[in-house]
């Protein structure tokens, strides 16, 4: 599992509150990633981060927030929880380059439900 | 838009035969095509990756099949189990790219 733990690993919510979801990782990759998965969606992006304090966009950034103090912990908040952000989430790390190149390994997802 | 198209949405096969699954890029400059097995309840799991610089990688029963001219690559499962039921999506990156894209996902359903 590469070391990686998400929590929570289920949350209901409501409509309108923020949302904090956790990832942590225990072997000081640098890369870490959030994805959101939907059905007939796949995997998608929505941020990442390449280093402490160094994050970017990815395809589904609207409406969320990351960040990033330590090596070994990469937040996702939901600033104000909507129903379209109902989904599972999910962390990823990669492997360093010098360790093999671009495998990412996930985390175990946390399912959120927003009403 | 989406840059890698994947197909069947869904498959089943019987016990022993040959699921293929196909993925297509419009990316050139991708060069790391990874599959992806995912298990109900669970994350992705990297199954077997491949590069542009070979045509096949096969690891145990699990097998990539990769068309560098026709933007296209797939996953073979040799005698196929009912415990390789899972989801398998396609993803690829290209060089000193840190981002996957990721096909749609195919759902496996292997029968005894």
């Known amino acids: 599992d590469a070391g990686i733990t998400q929590s929570p690993r289920h949350k209901v919510t409501e409509t309108g509150t923020p949302v904090t979801l956790r990832c942590h990782q225990t072997?000081?990759?640098?890369?870490m990633y959030w994805y959101r998965q939907d059905p007939g969606h796949g995997l998608r992006l929505i941020h990442y981060?390449?280093?402490?304090?160094?994050?970017d966009k990815g395809e589904v950034s609207d409406g969320y927030s990351v960040s990033r103090s330590k090596t070994e912990d990469f937040l996702l908040t939901l600033e104000s929880a909507t129903s379209s952000q109902t989904s599972v989430y999910f962390c990823?790390?990669?492997?360093?380059?010098?360790?093999?190149?671009?495998?990412?390994?996930f985390g175990p997802g946390t399912r959120l439900t927003v009403l | 838009q989406q840059q890698v198209k994947q197909s069947p949405q869904s498959l089943i096969v019987q016990k022993g035969g040959i699921p293929i699954i196909n993925c297509a890029y419009e990316?050139?400059?991708?060069?790391?095509f990874p599959w992806y097995q995912q298990f109900p309840g669970k994350g992705p799991a990297l199954l077997i990756a491949?590069?542009?610089?070979?045509s096949e990688k096969k690891e145990g029963r699990f097998t990539i099949s990769f068309n560098k001219s026709a933007k296209q690559f797939s996953l073979h499962i040799m005698d196929s189990q009912p415990g390789d039921s899972a989801t398998y999506f396609c993803?690829?990156?290209?060089?000193?790219?840190?981002?996957?894209?990721f096909g749609t996902g195919t759902r496996l359903t292997i029968i005894p």
């Open positions: 990823a790390i990669r492997q360093d380059w010098d360790r093999g190149g671009n495998e990412q390994f």
């Open positions: 072997e000081n990759h640098r890369y």
């Open positions: 981060s390449y280093g402490v304090k160094d994050t």
């Open positions: 990316n050139t400059a991708f060069d790391y």
């Open positions: 491949i590069r542009p610089d070979v």
């Open positions: 993803a690829a990156s290209s060089g000193g790219n840190e981002k996957l894209t």
